[in-house]
Every structure is written in structure tokens, then in C-alpha cells.
């Protein structure tokens, strides 16, 4: 008999007990024990200990014939690889349980049924004793069973999950990881079951998986049981939230992506196959599996975890939607470990992947990490084939599995149709530090074998695979190295997907912000035709043209009743995810400046726009806004920034309008701005305007009784001082930020705001692209330039040897 005990549960075990339970039971035990208290919701179960495993193996002798299995393995000959394996997994699972482990087993479980029910559903988890250390995650490695009822379905789970300690992964992956094959032991995880079947479960991780970002909780989550997301099955929703301000109480659910979610795993009454996976309706795929306020109490509790740890976290989530004798329904955290990527990564350097050209594009997914990589494709359809593939190719297949590790290893790149940011081969690729675009949806089929392609992770969010061999360049920056300047240096923001990455390059937040990049990538329809929708779909039953374009508004707002809400609901998201990478630093929001030709091309845009001649100088920026046919739009856009600040409490994010013409027309946007509840100075609200045209610099002294700065566009203002289109081709010789002209407008505006005590910066690609316009605009005061990310780090280099130069300090 063993002295030691078989069974210990969750109330009697914490976070020091990894060797005697594994870390997926210490944790689940240190949450149980003092985290309910705070609130975060964990269901019961009990741990069958690493000495149960161990003896397990003595009692049975099978330990040395383990040992004799396994003696002289090569890993990387991944045939016999596999022969081991199964004849390690056969000792196991043909073995007999002690009939005291056997007993104290089946007595738990009796207790189980007391608290729950006769037949209480149980998820029988792996607990490997050296998971989740700091720098090797072995999450993955064993198996898991759900569903599973009665004492002797639990009996064959807990075999097959000590025989899963070897299956042929974990095998390779102990071996590679410098890990003995006994000096990890296996505990088992025995928990009542959340009923998700009949709602939702995900993932979360309390950083951003992709740049490391630490102020934000991502969540994932897909209907039905959560495996499908932890193994990639499933292209599931996305949601961000940030931490800052939801510890101060506001509800900043900053970014919600839609995602396919073609299928749930659900329960079945075949005690041989306890689950399986059914095809979701057009309705759940249509809709997102949490609310708002779901998705804010998910967030604190993973801020509660990580706090409690001290350490970024990898949590998985489940919504019981049949409050089954969980408890009352809701929602529930039943698992919790340490994030084992970016929290070990080195945060004083970055490196920056650039395409030096361009290249025909044969499938889009999902980017994982920031990487570009180049290689002839290998299609892989199953785990049988791994034998064909090579080092050095790009694996594209449906979905991996752990049994897959032994070749992701050793590809260059690795594509997926399916699967989100949590799923297992992002996991793996994260660790790899390999290049990996998953939820392609077609990659098997748009890619051949043989193929020469290249992988981009480096365009933001989107991965993309292009063909060919494309030329790319990786800059390595070292942030001890970049100088602090008295001028603020700050950036040109246009793609919320890339904020969080470019919010940790050295900076003073953002100058410029454009809204015409997300109404163009995140929306794509024209706001009055959204306003308008009601009325014109009327219209579509007899009109053709409209019927194409109501059909795609329907096709992009499918979660949305209220058709407006979408503009203003995924205009504040992309403002919000820019906001949060550069909290608490100022970030200025340029309002929409789209010309006429440029609206027309939105969806249902030539219903509303006119043709102009020459629209670069027609109806545009300010003009519209007070407009009595677009002031409605832009109230939408007043909408999403009051949402911004007030609900999700992003106060650093600031207005600039854009192409104001005069004084009284300034005056006119500050009047309608109030009126749809953005006011100037309410709660630290300051409005710029863009000082682009030469009335601005004329009247700048009457321009800053108005507003509260000016950031110089000195593309606009450059082509009017010359008079010229820089849209042709036919001047474009002519075209220069550095003629006399424009510098010594530009030196007027800085003068006449300093003598005004007004805020005066420059967000025009002047000082980007030229370092001696740089350096005279420090010679001119400026307070502030706002650069493109890609040089913010060497024009600093230029301002800050400019200002030693002068004496700046």
C-alpha cells in the first residue's frame, strides 16, 4: 500500500504542489482556493496524483520495460519514432490498476456524484508535472477526455491519459527540451464538466500573442466545447479588451472580429464516442458567443489570475448554458498557466521585417508573430504523410495536431485553412518563433507542392502568402540606443492592427490617426447609405443597382439590426485598438478627409457623392461636416469617438479637423461637433485642425483662438503654395516640401503659434522623408513631428544631433 496519497482535491492542493500534482492541478487548486473569494468561477474536481502515476509503474513493473522501449531513440527518425511509441502506449494501456488505485479512484468519484448527480459528466485531464515551466510549454503533450460518466469510463480515461505521457510528441518534445523521460510524471485532472455544448468556450491570454503587447486581455472563443479552439478547429470570434482603463471601471472592449465558426463539439449519449462535432447554423456563425458585458467580466477575472500569478497568463474559459448543477449557468475559468512566449522574450530590442517589393498574392489568413519567410510548398493532408516533408519547406495543410510537431520543427513556414491565433500550430509557431498564417480557409487548395512562395506575418494583422521568392530586409532596433529629443517624436497611425507593435518603438504618441484607413478596411460603405438602409432597401426590390449593393451591406453588417451602429461600432474599435497601443500618450484623430471620387468608391457611395472636377480642392474635410446632406455621417463619427473616450475611457485620444478653410468654418465644426456631444474641453477633450492650407498660416493667430493646435500637413500645403496637383504626373517634378516657399510658410505658422501659446506639430511626410527638413524644423521650434513608423527611430537620431548642435536641452 502507498503511503502517499492516490487523490487530493482542488480545495487541498496550490500552485507549490506542480511536483505532486502537475501544473494544470496547481493551478486549477491555488484559483479554487483563493480566487473564488475574489469572484473568478472555477469548477470542483480533485487531482490523481504523480505518486498514483508512479505507482502505477512499480507495482506492474512496467517502468523498465518502458525504459528498454525507449533506450537509443532518435527523435528525429520520426519512423521509429513512431514504432516506440506505440509499443510504449500498448505497455501502458494493457496494464492493470492496483485495486487500492483502483479503489481510491472510483471512491472519488462516488463523492463527485453526491455533490452533482449519479453519472456526473467529467473532463479527465493530463497534468504533466514539468508543464508550463518559463521556457517550455507543454500544453498539448496529453490527451483530454470530456464527457466522460461512471466509474469504469473514468478508469480507461485515466489509462489513456498516462499512456498519452508517450505518445510520439511528447516523446520528441521531452527529448528536445532536455527533459528525462522519467523526470516528468503524470497527474490527471478530474473536473466536473462545464455545459458549454449548449453555449461557448475559448481561450484567453492576458497579453497579445502577436507583439507582446501587455495592456490588453485577448479572448477567443467559438460555440460548443473549447477544444475545438485550442486545437485550431475552428476560426473562431476575437475580442480585445484593455486593462488600463477596465480596471477603472469603463468597459473597454476595444476590438471584436466575427469568425467562422464552422462547426461545435457537443455531447452524445455513445459512452465510446462521449462528443462529437456538428455543423453550427447560419445564426451562431452570424453572431458573436459573447456580450459586451460577458466579455468585461471575463477580462477582470484574467486580470485578477494574472495579478494573483504575478506573470502573463494562458487561460481557457467556458460558459455553462445549461447551469447543469455547475452552479447557476455562466460563466466559469477551467484552466490557468503561464504565457511561455513573450514573457521571455527580450523587450529591449525589436526586430522589424520589411517586403522590399511587391508580389501576386495566392492566399490571406490570420498572421501569426511579425516574420517573413520564404520556402517551395509542401501540402500535407495527414499525419501519415510526415514523412514526406523536408526541412526547410512550408507546411500547408488543413489543421495541426501535436502529432504534427516533429516536421513543424523544421519548416521554414507554416499555413493553415483552419484555426485562430490560440490554436495549436500559432501556439507552436509562437515558441518556434516560425512563421505561421492560420484560418486561410483554402490554402490547400490555392497553393501547390513544389511552389515557391513567401510567407508575410509583417503587414499587420492579415497574413499573406505571395508567389514567388520576394526580396525582404529585417531591421533589428536597440531601444537603449535611441536618445530622448525635447521635440516629441511621435507617428502617422493608419492601421489599428499594427498599434500595438508600433506602440513600443520609442514615441510620444500619435500625430496623426487617420479615420479614412478603417472606414476603408474595417467598413468599406458609404455612411449615408448605412443611415439610409431602411429606405433603400425598399428600393432594391426594383432596382438592380442598389439590390447589388444592399446585398453587400448585408453580407458585411450580418451582426448587426441597426446598420449605422456597424459604422460607428467598427469606427470606434480601429480608433480604440490605436488609442489603447499608445496609451496614456496623446493620440490625434484626424476626422474623415476622403475627397468625393474617393466616398464614391465606397459601398453604395454614387448614390450620394457628386462628380467634381478637380476634388482634391472641392468638397472636403470641414465642409462637409456641417453640411446639411453629410452632417448626419458625421455625427456617426462623433458617435464612435464619444464611445472611445466616455465608455471605454480612452481620454488620450484627441480630434484634428482637417481642410478648414476659414476661421468661421472652424467655428461652425466646433458648433456641430457639441451638438453631437464631442465638446471641447469636456473631460480633456482638445480639437487640432490640420494647418494644410495657406489661409491657415495667413490667419493662424485667429486659427488659435479656435482650436487647441495645429499639426502641419505639409502635403496639402506644399501643393497649394505652388499651386500645383500633386496627384500629376505632369508637375510632379515641380513638387517639393523643401521649396523656399513652403519653409518659410511653415517657419510663419510655427512663429505665429508660439506667440499664441498654441500647440504647434507636423504630421505631414516631410520630415520622414527628408532629414534636413527634419532638422529644420527643430531649427524652428516645432514642438512635435510626427513620422511614419518605419523612421521614427532614425529621425530621432537627425533631432536629437540637431539639438545638441543647437543647444537644446
Not at 471601471?249 to 459512452?271: A, C, E, F, N, W
Not at 495645429?710 to 516640401?737: A, C, K, M, P, W
Amino acid at each position: 500500500m502507498n503511503d502517499r496519497p492516490f487523490i487530493l482535491w482542488f480545495n487541498e492542493i496550490g500552485i507549490k504542489d506542480v511536483p505532486l500534482v502537475g501544473g494544470k492541478n496547481a493551478s486549477l487548486g491555488e484559483m479554487y482556493r483563493r480566487l473564488t473569494e475574489k469572484g473568478v468561477m472555477v469548477p470542483n474536481g480533485f487531482a490523481i496524483t504523480a505518486d498514483a502515476y508512479k505507482y502505477l509503474l512499480k507495482e506492474t513493473g512496467i517502468e523498465q520495460a518502458i525504459r528498454d522501449a525507449l533506450d537509443g531513440l532518435n527523435t528525429h527518425d520520426i519512423a521509429d519514432l513512431g514504432k516506440r511509441g506505440e509499443k510504449v502506449r500498448n505497455i501502458i494501456l494493457n496494464s492493470k490498476f492496483p485495486d487500492d488505485l483502483d479503489k481510491a479512484i472510483k471512491n472519488s468519484y462516488s463523492m463527485m456524484e453526491k455533490i452533482y448527480g449519479k453519472g456526473v459528466d467529467v473532463a479527465v485531464r493530463s497534468s504533466a508535472t514539468a508543464e508550463d515551466l518559463p521556457d517550455a510549454s507543454f500544453a498539448g503533450q496529453q490527451e483530454t477526455y470530456l464527457n466522460i460518466r461512471g466509474p469504469e469510463q473514468l478508469l480507461n480515461a485515466c489509462k489513456r491519459c498516462f499512456a498519452s505521457l508517450f505518445t510520439n510528441r511528447a516523446i520528441s518534445y521531452r527529448q528536445d527540451k532536455g527533459f528525462g523521460h522519467f523526470d516528468v510524471y503524470l497527474s490527471i485532472v478530474v473536473q466536473k464538466m462545464v455545459r458549454s455544448d449548449s453555449s461557448s468556450a475559448g481561450v484567453i491570454f492576458t497579453i497579445d500573442t502577436e507583439s507582446g503587447f501587455e495592456d490588453v486581455v485577448y479572448i477567443t472563443g467559438a460555440w460548443g466545447l473549447g477544444e475545438n479552439v485550442v486545437q485550431g478547429a475552428v476560426n473562431p470570434d476575437e475580442f480585445y479588451v484593455f486593462k488600463p482603463t477596465l480596471k477603472e471601471g469603463y468597459s473597454p472592449v476595444v476590438s471584436k472580429r466575427l469568425g467562422l465558426k464552422q462547426k461545435k463539439m457537443i455531447y452524445t449519449s455513445d459512452p465510446q464516442n462521449p462528443v462529437e462535432n456538428v455543423t453550427t447554423s447560419d445564426e451562431e456563425r452570424h453572431h458573436f458567443v459573447l456580450s459586451d458585458d460577458e466579455l468585461v467580466t471575463l477580462a477582470k477575472w484574467s486580470c485578477i489570475i494574472e495579478e494573483h500569478y504575478g506573470k502573463a497568463m494562458d487561460i481557457e474559459w467556458a460558459k455553462d448554458g445549461d447551469g447543469h448543477k455547475v452552479g447557476t449557468g455562466g460563466l466559469f475559468i477551467v484552466q490557468a498557466r503561464p504565457e511561455t512566449v513573450h514573457s521571455q522574450k527580450d523587450k529591449n530590442f525589436m526586430e522589424t521585417y520589411r517586403l522590399k517589393e511587391t508580389g501576386e498574392i495566392l492566399a490571406t489568413g490570420k498572421a501569426v508573430g511579425a516574420k517573413i519567410s520564404q520556402g517551395k510548398v509542401n501540402i500535407i493532408k495527414n499525419a501519415s504523410k510526415i514523412l514526406e516533408f523536408k526541412k526547410g519547406e512550408v507546411l500547408v495543410t488543413d489543421m495541426t495536431d501535436p502529432d504534427w510537431e516533429p516536421i513543424m520543427k523544421i519548416a521554414s513556414a507554416i499555413v493553415t485553412n483552419r484555426g485562430g491565433r490560440t490554436c495549436h500550430a500559432a501556439i507552436v509557431s509562437r515558441e518556434l518563433g516560425i512563421t505561421c498564417v492560420v484560418g486561410t480557409d483554402n490554402g490547400t487548395d490555392r497553393l501547390s507542392t513544389g511552389q515557391d512562395v513567401t510567407v508575410s506575418c509583417a503587414e499587420g494583422e492579415e497574413g499573406l502568402i505571395y508567389k514567388g521568392l520576394l526580396d525582404f530586409e529585417v531591421e533589428r532596433i536597440d531601444f537603449s540606443e535611441v536618445p530622448k529629443t525635447k521635440t516629441h517624436i511621435m507617428m502617422n497611425v493608419g492601421i489599428p492592427d499594427k498599434a500595438f507593435t508600433q506602440g513600443q518603438i520609442p514615441n510620444e504618441g500619435v500625430g496623426l490617426a487617420r479615420l479614412e484607413f478603417i472606414i476603408n478596411s474595417y467598413i468599406g460603405i458609404h455612411p449615408l447609405a448605412l443611415l439610409n438602409y431602411p429606405e433603400l432597401k425598399e428600393k432594391a426590390a426594383s432596382d438592380k443597382k442598389i439590390a447589388e449593393f444592399i446585398n453587400a451591406i448585408d453580407a458585411k453588417t450580418v451582426a448587426y439590426d441597426d446598420k449605422s451602429q456597424f459604422f460607428v461600432d467598427m469606427l470606434a474599435q480601429g480608433v480604440a485598438t490605436i488609442g489603447a497601443g499608445f496609451y496614456p500618450k496623446d493620440v490625434i484623430v484626424r476626422m474623415s478627409d476622403f475627397k468625393s471620387n474617393e466616398y464614391a468608391n465606397l459601398i453604395g457611395g454614387r448614390q450620394y457623392e457628386p462628380v467634381e472636377s478637380n476634388p482634391m480642392i472641392g468638397w472636403r474635410g470641414a465642409s462637409r461636416y456641417y453640411a446639411e446632406d453629410f452632417e448626419p455621417a458625421f455625427a456617426l463619427e462623433c458617435e464612435a469617438l464619444k464611445k472611445v473616450r466616455n465608455e471605454m475611457g480612452l481620454t488620450n485620444v484627441k480630434v484634428m479637423i482637417p481642410f478648414c478653410r476659414t476661421v468661421k468654418e472652424g467655428k461652425q465644426v466646433i458648433e456641430v461637433m457639441k451638438r453631437h456631444g464631442l465638446v471641447q474641453g469636456e473631460n480633456g477633450l482638445e480639437v487640432y485642425v490640420m494647418c494644410e492650407i495657406p489661409s491657415n498660416v495667413i490667419l493662424a493667430d485667429q486659427f488659435a483662438e479656435v482650436f487647441d493646435g495645429f499639426s502641419i500637413g505639409s502635403n496639402d500645403l506644399t501643393q497649394l503654395i505652388l499651386g500645383l496637383d500633386r496627384d500629376s504626373e505632369l508637375v510632379s517634378h515641380i513638387y517639393d516640401e523643401r521649396n523656399e516657399a513652403v519653409k518659410r510658410m511653415v517657419r510663419q505658422v510655427i512663429d505665429t503659434a508660439r506667440k499664441a501659446n498654441c500647440k504647434i506639430g507636423i504630421c505631414g511626410q516631410a520630415p520622414s522623408d527628408f532629414p534636413d527638413f527634419a532638422a529644420f524644423l527643430v531649427e524652428c521650434g516645432i514642438d512635435s513631428m510626427s513620422l511614419t513608423p518605419d523612421t521614427a527611430v532614425k529621425t530621432r537620431l537627425v533631432v536629437a544631433e540637431k539639438e545638441k548642435e543647437l543647444g537644446i536641452k
